[in-house]
């Protein structure tokens, strides 16, 4: 809708459009049926079962979810009204704005029906957008009215005016409800002193943190951040940190939740919680995806964490050792994420892994297939693994722990789902076991062992087989690197051809034969 900028809450919920049609479908009949009896109860009885239907729903759904659907439909007619309006389709723009009505009303009385304490400013939006609901409906009733194309012309504006600001107010609606919402949660979590109440606040919280990033950023600027960092603080609640520190998570993928994390000493508070062996397991592993989620190097507002930098070295120490000692694979998966994140973070990270035995652990991880056990684990693994691999001690340690046998492993990574999300891990996974041989194969130790171990022959199937890479041209782009820095280390490996065309040309003509190169030819 690229005349009317709706709000980013309109456009909370993002599933498989099927399922959100068979979800929406019991909505939409129901708002059908009141268009065409105008929205008038034929009987009281009618108005019970309603009322019935409608606490059903609530048993199975909160007020929220609920609402979320309602707007998601509301948006989506806001949205297809303006493209028919763009057409001249009189008619439909007509029939769709009484059902963009009935929806509106529908929502703000299921709201009203199952939420309390609603504040008088939210009211008075309410009045205020049904108000512009009937003056649409009234504009685009008066177009079906008339042929006479000029009143029409006249008409257009005034109703695109007119839908610009129904979509203003709703989304200002939403944005209170959402608002109301997250304060009345808080408003819980702050004054109960019950773990079964705090725990279904909590809950209900991080079930908001789920519906997108709008939502977490009304939450972290509501205090969110600050009111879950006491409940860490308190020993009463411990039972709690797992699931307080999973939602603490979520929420620091926004900016306004990083802020706040930095004021309330929010990093002091993790690290504390990472190096307390009282703690379980869990905790500790929710714990280290905080970090990882504060640390990701796809954020561009970490700068301002000033503080991780005084802690890093205990943060870190911690996140081996939960390595080293992780029961499950998702453990292992979490803390190496984190370690993995922090190798970014910081050039110091890496001497700090290095003192700590860091490769030695996690190289022997991987030869434990119940914790090392995805293509997403071993894509922490070669990331801290590439990121140590830029200093010069770092190669003694990789030969001693039969590192160059697991970065050939890892050239060979493919998925065995053949889900987007786990072939775009594989991907990455022979893109760094490439780049990580390319960086430490300087050392002469390294390359001598990574050409016995047959790396030559693997990287040359990379370049020339589009299938073996998955298409890929990052990984083709690391293999031509790693395989020009082993024939300088041994010319020997190579045959003339593969020289000729993989190693003696610039990198980017290389790169242009192999990206350009049929199945047939290999």
Request: overall charge negative; glycine content about 2%.
């Amino acid at each position: 809708l690229s005349s009317l900028s709706l709000p980013p809450s309109m456009h909370l919920i993002q599933v498989d459009s099927v399922q959100r049609w068979m979800e929406d479908l019991k909505l939409m009949t129901d708002c059908e049926c009141m268009c065409i009896l105008q929205s008038k109860p034929i009987s009281t009885e009618k108005d019970e079962q309603n009322e019935l239907m409608l606490s059903s729903q609530h048993s199975t759904c909160d007020n929220l979810q609920l609402l979320l659907k309602r707007a998601w439909i509301i948006s989506t007619e806001l949205t297809r009204i303006a493209q028919k309006l763009e057409k001249n389709r009189w008619h439909r723009v007509h029939s769709m704005t009484v059902r963009v009505n009935c929806h509106v009303r529908s929502m703000i009385n299921e709201y009203n029906t199952l939420t309390r304490n609603s504040s008088e400013e939210m009211h008075q939006f309410e009045k205020v957008l049904i108000d512009k609901c009937s003056e649409f409906t009234a504009f685009t009733e008066r177009c079906i009215q008339t042929e006479d194309e000029e009143i029409l012309k006249s008409m257009k504006s005034c109703i695109n005016e007119t839908l610009t600001t129904v979509a203003q107010y709703f989304g200002q609606l939403i944005e209170l409800v959402l608002t109301h919402e997250a304060q009345n949660l808080l408003r819980q979590i702050e004054l109960s002193d019950s773990v079964y109440v705090t725990e279904s606040a909590i809950s209900s919280l991080f079930s908001l943190t789920q519906e997108g990033a709008h939502l977490c950023r009304i939450i972290a600027k509501e205090g969110g951040v600050v009111t879950l960092f006491k409940i860490c603080r308190q020993d009463c609640f411990r039972c709690l940190y797992p699931q307080t520190l999973r939602t603490l998570a979520s929420i620091c993928c926004v900016e306004e939740g990083m802020h706040q994390l930095e004021k309330v000493d929010g990093i002091l508070c993790l690290a504390d919680i990472l190096t307390d062996n009282s703690h379980s397991e869990a905790t500790h592993a929710e714990a280290a995806a905080v970090i990882a989620q504060i640390t990701s190097p796809h954020l561009t507002f970490t700068q301002h964490l000033s503080s991780f930098l005084e802690n890093m070295e205990e943060i870190v120490t911690a996140l081996v050792k939960l390595c080293q000692e992780a029961s499950s694979g998702e453990v292992f998966l979490l803390a190496s994420a984190a370690l993995a994140n922090i190798t970014f973070f910081d050039t110091m990270a890496c001497e700090i892994l290095l003192q700590l035995n860091a490769m030695k652990i996690l190289l022997a991880a991987c030869s434990d297939k119940r914790i090392v056990d995805t293509p997403y684990s071993r894509d922490q693994v070669v990331t801290i693994l590439a990121n140590m691999s830029v200093l010069d001690q770092c190669a003694s340690e990789i030969i001693q722990g039969n590192g160059i046998q697991l970065l050939m492993e890892m050239l060979f990574e493919k998925s065995s789902s053949g889900s987007s999300a786990e072939v775009a891990a594989c991907e990455r996974v022979q893109q760094k076991s490439a780049v990580t041989l390319a960086r430490l194969s300087r050392d002469p130790q390294v390359a001598d062992a990574a050409v016995k171990l047959s790396c030559i022959p693997r990287l040359i199937k990379l370049c020339r087989s589009p299938t073996e890479r998955n298409n890929s041209d990052s990984v083709l782009v690391a293999c031509l690197a790693a395989l020009r820095r082993l024939a300088v280390m041994s010319p020997d490996g190579l045959e003339d051809s593969d020289f000729q065309q993989l190693v003696k040309p610039r990198l980017v003509d290389s790169f242009l034969l192999c990206t350009n190169m049929e199945e047939s030819f290999v």
